[in-house]
């Protein structure tokens, strides 16, 4: 079994051992292609109880639910250099009165961000980690470090796998954009911080310039070995859900890495006889950071970048997206359409769908506030099923909620606010409120 790098233009192949990252005669981006042949080798069914197996035990490196399905993910890895966290077999949960008060067949959410750095980035940075691992110890490359530039949870995910693996890491971040939560992790994990004045656009740049020397590693998601990770979420979800293909998926993009590995791992499954239908995919954007947007309403006739506002949704504050091109490509396979959200529409998103006892952050709440805007004017159907992808775990951005509750969002009005209510240690006084609120 055979994997590697191809140009996304076709135009050259690289092994996937080899410190690159695009393309050396167009420049553009790379993709992982796999020897799906000798992968038909074996049938749907094989697969689908491989899986199922694997996954009801506690073997290595099957405790990942990335690993569960190595050979579509990195065939060419060795177990020994795998570095893994247990990231993947991410709960899906069905939140039937919110289906019910929408007039959906099914509601899912699928909590990516239920995993050791509190975001789906795990899922791809197990990959990519686990890859330079190998490439040290076994093919003995010169790398001394690996990099990226982030909006918070990919340096988080970064520099805990990279300290796992005993692999120095170095994360570029936005100075005092990003989360307290999200920056306290690289920094515990001891990775070198480096906070530029600058914005995620901004970062991005150095640490193409500074990668450029190839000891230092690039982890960013232009990176194809992360996509081949996160390609697995759809894969799970379909498994989870039995192998009944909902008819809608709806997920966050920023720099729009995640959309097409989405796709990736779906087309994957329906080639190998999986599935025989594929779902609509929906692509959510905050309006403060459209690019993709505007292009979609352009029917992606053209693309171009903008200079991304301040969002709540902190992730996806990118204007200048590396994996446009990627993106464009799977939302006209999966019919995709694009929508946004407003500042105010995400958090209440957010605050709503936490009163049915989730926990989401503001990333998820564009893509709620999304679907719900979809469902109402009719371009999702009643009677549909959807899924929602959750990318961050809510505990990342409890600094944001907690504004949230307590009304001081600047120029929000929180509809959903819910304060705590400050009594004397008084037991009629308390019995008096209490049975007001519940009565
Ligand atoms: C990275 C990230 C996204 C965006 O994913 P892209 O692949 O950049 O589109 C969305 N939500 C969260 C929480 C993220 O960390
Ligand atoms: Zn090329």
Redesign the pocket.
């Known amino acids: 079994m055979n994997a590697y790098f191809r140009c996304i233009n076709g135009c050259e192949t690289y092994p996937l051992n080899e410190v690159i990252y695009q393309c050396k005669k167009c420049g553009d981006l790379l993709e992982v292609v796999h020897d799906v042949d000798s992968l038909k080798g074996k049938s749907a069914e094989y697969w689908r109880n491989t899986f199922r197996e694997r996954r009801a035990g506690y073997k290595f490196p099957y405790t990942s639910g990335i690993w569960n399905k190595k050979e579509w993910v990195n065939p060419l890895m060795d177990d020994k250099y795998i570095v893994s966290l247990g990231e993947g077999y991410n709960p899906l949960t069905p939140i039937p009165a919110i289906a019910n008060e929408l007039g959906l067949s099914n509601l899912w959410i699928k909590h990516c961000g239920n995993t050791h750095t509190g975001?789906f980035?795990d899922l791809g940075m197990t990959v990519l980690v686990s890859m330079v691992n190998q490439m040290i110890h076994k093919d003995k490359k010169n790398i001394k470090a690996i990099a990226c530039a982030s909006?918070g949870?990919?340096s988080a995910a970064l520099s805990s796998y990279g300290s796992y693996a005993g692999i120095p890491t170095i994360v570029f971040l936005p100075h005092n954009k990003i989360s307290i939560a999200q920056l306290v992790q690289p920094i515990s994990n001891g990775s070198i911080v480096l906070a530029l004045e600058t914005d995620f656009d901004g970062c991005m740049k150095v640490v193409q310039e500074v990668t450029k020397d190839n000891t230092i590693y690039l982890a960013n998601?232009m990176n194809s070995l992360r996509i081949e990770g996160q390609k697995v979420v759809g894969i799970e979800t379909i498994e989870q859900l039995d192998y009944n293909v909902p008819d809608y998926f709806i997920i966050?993009?920023?720099?729009?890495?995640?959309?097409s590995a989405l796709g990736n791992g779906i087309l994957m499954m329906k080639e190998l006889g999986l599935i025989n239908k594929v779902p609509r995919i929906v692509l959510a954007q905050a309006e403060n950071a459209n690019p993709l947007y505007l292009s979609y309403k352009k029917d992606f006739k053209e693309f171009k970048p903008v200079q991304a506002k301040k969002t709540l949704a902190s992730?996806?504050q990118i204007g200048n997206p590396v994996s446009r091109d990627k993106a464009i490509k799977t939302l006209k396979v999966f019919n995709g359409i694009v929508e946004q959200a407003s500042e105010q529409e995400l958090a209440d998103a957010s605050a709503k769908y936490d009163r049915y006892g989730m926990f989401t952050?503001p990333?998820t709440g564009v893509a709620l506030a999304v679907m719900e805007k979809l469902v109402k004017d009719g371009r999702i159907e009643k009677g549909s099923s959807v899924v929602v992808i959750s990318?961050?775990h809510g505990l990342k951005f409890a600094n944001t909620k907690a504004l949230y509750h307590e009304n001081k969002l600047d120029g929000l009005v929180s509809k959903y606010a819910n304060t705590p209510i400050v009594l004397e240690p008084d037991p009629e006084k308390v019995r008096k409120v209490l049975y007001e609120k519940i009565k």
């Open positions: 975001s980035k909006t949870d990919t998601s966050p993009g920023g720099n729009l890495g995640n959309v992730a996806i952050c990333h990318t961050a």
